[in-house]
């Protein structure tokens, strides 16, 4: 099936971790993009014309001239079965998917908020699926990645996008988050993954908690993760907590594309 046309092929983008200064430094060194996280949290929903203008004089304070965002997840559920749970967050998404046409981001991220030891996979692709089919009919301009966390197969996101058959929905695969909260190996998720993949968030730890380490530093073999997929294909977000792993993780990465 066609993909949506991504101007941001072969692009890096530094997770938006860090201060606005350190970002600004590192853009200009890098000249990378931006993934926001301003959206994904619920009190700049709440006043989101506000936040998004606050937002638009942040990006031109930073140099930054591509962006992604990262969507909304905390207390959210796309397959809830509770419809209040399920309204909300039709409403948290739709709000982020609003911030990110209006400051022009060339995707947005979502997760899939499952948690393995509350909900039970049956059915869970489908009901994810119907969710995306809903939330995607009016919404076509902008690249939607549904990224994984703490889910540990890759086969039920990959259920996901085969029934999604729009051509602006796509897998953001999360090496980090594979390799600390799934047993399956991190090349494993990629080799099989590795054709619905339209982003990319990349960062190491030593497999036990969530760490954000330089790619590198971790126990993610990352020369044999990258074997298995043409990296051109994709378009990556670095996310480090430091300056320093953030410029670690641009050599790193920037080494593998070349």
């Known amino acids: 099936m066609k993909y949506l046309r991504d101007d941001s ?18 853009l200009e060194e890098t000249g990378a993009g931006v993934e926001s996280i301003e959206f994904s949290i619920s009190e700049n929903l709440d006043r989101l014309s506000e936040s998004i203008s606050i937002y638009q004089k942040r990006m031109i304070s930073m140099g930054a001239k591509e962006l992604i965002l990262h969507g909304p997840f905390l207390d959210l559920n796309p397959v809830a079965f509770d419809s209040e749970i399920l309204r909300v ?41 119907d969710f995306f089919h809903e939330f995607l009919k009016d919404r076509k301009e902008i690249q939607v990645v549904l990224e994984n966390v703490f889910d540990r197969q890759w086969q039920p996101l990959l259920d996901v996008k085969r029934k999604v058959q729009e051509a602006n929905f796509a897998l953001c695969l999360d090496i980090g988050h594979a390799n600390c909260y799934s047993h399956l190996p991190v090349t494993e998720w990629v080799k099989n993954l590795s054709p619905c993949i339209g982003h990319m ?58």
């Open 89 to 129: 967050t039709k409403l948290r998404f739709s709000q982020a998917y609003t911030a990110a046409q209006e400051l022009g981001a060339k995707k947005i991220v979502y997760h899939t908020c499952y948690h393995p030891d509350i909900y039970y996979l049956i059915g869970w692709a489908d009901r994810m699926a």
């Open 201 to 258: 968030h990349v960062h190491d730890n030593m497999g036990e908690k969530d760490s954000h380490l330089a790619l590198g530093q971790g126990s993610i073999e990352v020369e044999k993760v990258f074997e298995k997929v043409n990296m051109s294909k994709y378009s990556y977000t670095i996310e480090c907590n430091t300056k320093e792993d953030v410029r670690e993780s641009w050599r790193k990465l920037k080494g593998l594309l070349e």
């Open 9 to 26: 092929i072969n692009r890096i983008y530094i997770s938006h971790l860090l201060p606005d200064e350190e970002m600004k430094e590192l």
